[in-house]
């Protein structure tokens, strides 16, 4: 349940281009573990024996990582020194990982569904928090003034898209105290 946000960062490209633009690109993945169930074992034990999501001491069921990466490039005046940002390309890749029963009872396969699908609502709010990152990433730096030059263009890019990272790492953090790590949100489990 718990979200770790990985920043990342790619160099910046020198490229004379006529108007700005920006895209934002997104890839998000599942990755499954599996777990055997046990007729006579409760759901949540089995989970927690099987999870290799292990955080601060405590034991998750769902995990989301998810990575902003970034490129501008700029164009410098010719005129007179200035520079500006002439294109944006911002990119979140996500990937959550959640259990996958196997050999369940019946009644461990309902209640596991809905688990899981609880599971993965709250990993999706994860998602949606690196979107948000990378949309403002992507529309912060492509509105940054013009600059006297181009390395104080990159530099202000680069600790604006790092600043928004921090800010969403926080929101992760809060989405998770709010949830109780997905648990107001259906995703829990009794022994």
Same mark, same amino acid.
């Given at each position: 349940?718990?979200?770790?946000?990985? =920043?990342?960062? /790619?160099?910046?490209?020198?490229?004379?281009?006529?108007?700005?633009?920006?895209?934002?690109?997104?890839? !998000?993945?599942?990755?499954?573990?599996?777990?055997? @169930?046990?007729?006579?074992?409760?759901?949540?034990?089995?989970?927690?024996?099987?999870?290799? &999501?292990?955080?601060?001491?405590?034991?998750?069921?769902?995990?989301?990582?998810?990575?902003?990466?970034?490129?501008?490039?700029?164009?410098?005046?010719?005129?007179?020194?200035?520079?500006? =940002?002439?294109?944006?390309?911002?990119? !979140?890749?996500?990937?959550?990982? !959640?259990?996958?029963? /196997?050999?369940?009872?019946?009644?461990?396969?309902?209640?596991?569904?809905?688990?899981? #699908?609880?599971?993965?609502?709250?990993?999706?709010?994860?998602?949606?928090?690196?979107?948000?990152? @990378? !949309?403002? &990433?992507?529309?912060? =730096?492509?509105?940054?003034?013009?600059?006297?030059?181009?390395?104080?263009?990159?530099? %202000? %890019?680069?600790?604006?898209?790092?600043? =928004?990272?921090?800010?969403?790492?926080?929101?992760?953090?809060?989405?998770? %105290?709010?949830?109780?790590?997905?648990?107001?949100?259906?995703? #829990?489990?009794?022994?």
């Amino acid at each position: 349940m718990k979200k770790f946000s990985a =920043i990342s960062l /790619l160099g910046c490209l020198f490229l004379a281009c006529q108007s700005a633009n920006a895209t934002v690109g997104e890839q !998000l993945d599942y990755e499954y573990y599996d777990v055997y @169930a046990t007729p006579n074992q409760s759901l949540l034990t089995t989970l927690n024996q099987a999870s290799p &999501i292990h955080e601060s001491g405590h034991t998750f069921h769902g995990h989301t990582h998810w990575n902003v990466k970034w490129h501008f490039r700029w164009q410098e005046a010719s005129s007179h020194a200035s520079c500006r =940002i002439t294109q944006v390309q911002t990119e !979140l890749t996500a990937k959550i990982q !959640l259990p996958h029963l /196997l050999h369940p009872t019946a009644q461990q396969e309902r209640q596991f569904d809905q688990y899981v #699908s609880a599971l993965r609502v709250h990993e999706l709010g994860h998602v949606e928090n690196g979107r948000q990152a @990378a !949309l403002e &990433i992507d529309q912060g =730096i492509l509105n940054l003034p013009e600059m006297e030059n181009c390395a104080a263009l990159e530099s %202000a %890019a680069n600790a604006l898209g790092h600043r =928004i990272l921090r800010q969403y790492n926080d929101k992760d953090e809060q989405y998770d %105290a709010a949830t109780d790590h997905g648990k107001t949100q259906g995703a #829990s489990l009794r022994n």
